[in-house]
C-alpha cells in the first residue's frame, strides 16, 4: 500500500530526512530475530511447523483454561497412555513382526543437554550485566519493563499471560515484516505528532509561568 505524506506541515521534509525504521536499524526482522529456526518459526517461513506449534498451544491453553483440566490429572494421563502404548508394542513385537521400542530413543542426548546449560548460563550472564549498572539505559529499560510486566500479570493468570505472548510473538514479527513500511510511517508521523503537541503545551503553559528574576553573580 503506498504511503503519502504532505511535506508542508513538516518542517524538515521527507526527501531531505533518511528514513528511520521503527526498531532504529536497517537490518532485515530476520537478522534482528536470531536469523536461525526460531526465526524460521516466528516469521512464517515454514507454516506448517509454525501452524503445528500455534495449534498445540491452543490446544495446550484450552485444556487448562477452557475445560479446566488439572496439569497432576493431565500428566497421570499422559503418562498412562504412553505406558499403554509401550506395553502393547512390546508384547506385540513377540506375535507381530514389529521391532520392540529402543529406550536409547527415549533418552535425551548430552548435547541437548549442554546447549541448555549454555543458553540458561548466558542468561544468567547478560542479567549480571544488566543488573551491575554497567548501562544505566539498558538496567533502567529492563526495571521498567519488568514493573509492566508485573502490573500486566496481575490482571491474568500465568498460562493466560504465556499464551497472548506467544500469540504476539508468532504473528507481531511476521505482521512487521510484511507491513513495515506502513507501521514506520505511523510511528514516524506519531513522533511529530507528539513533538507539535509538546511545543504547543510549552509555548501555551510552561512558558506563561511566572518565575523570579535571575540571580546575578556578585564581581569580585
Not at 526498531?23 to 526460531?38: D, S
Not at 506385540?92 to 529402543?102: H, I, K, L, S, T
Request: hydrophobic share 45%.
Amino acid at each position: 500500500m503506498p504511503i503519502y505524506s504532505s511535506d508542508s506541515d513538516d518542517p524538515h521534509p521527507s526527501h531531505l530526512v533518511p528514513t528511520r525504521r521503527f526498531l532504529a536499524h536497517n537490518r532485515p526482522m530476520h537478522a534482528i530475530l536470531g536469523g536461525g529456526k526460531v526465526a524460521d518459526i516466528l516469521l512464517w517461513r515454514d507454516k506448517t511447523i509454525t501452524g503445528s506449534i500455534l495449534i498445540g498451544f491452543t490446544l495446550i491453553w484450552s485444556l487448562f483454561e477452557v475445560m479446566e483440566y488439572n496439569i497432576v490429572t493431565l500428566l497421570c494421563h499422559i503418562s498412562m497412555s504412553i505406558m499403554l502404548i509401550l506395553f502393547i508394542w512390546s508384547m506385540g513385537a513377540g506375535f507381530v513382526d514389529w521391532n520392540p521400542p529402543d529406550f536409547r530413543a527415549f533418552m535425551i542426548s548430552d548435547s541437548t543437554f549442554r546447549w541448555l546449560c549454555g543458553k540458561f548460563n548466558s542468561m544468567l550472564v547478560k542479567f549480571y550485566e544488566i543488573s551491575s549498572g554497567k548501562d544505566f539505559r539498558n538496567f533502567f529499560l529492563a526495571i521498567t519493563f519488568l514493573w509492566i510486566l508485573s502490573v500486566i500479570g496481575s490482571y491474568f493468570s500465568s498460562l493466560n499471560l504465556l499464551y497472548l505472548g506467544f500469540v504476539c510473538l508468532a504473528t507481531l514479527p511476521a505482521l512487521y515484516e510484511r507491513y513495515h513500511n506502513e507501521v514506520d510511517y505511523l510511528v514516524r508521523q506519531g513522533n511529530q505528532d507528539m513533538k507539535k503537541l509538546y511545543n504547543k503545551f510549552d509555548t501555551e503553559v510552561l512558558n506563561k509561568i511566572p518565575r523570579g528574576p535571575a540571580k546575578q553573580k556578585k564581581k569580585f
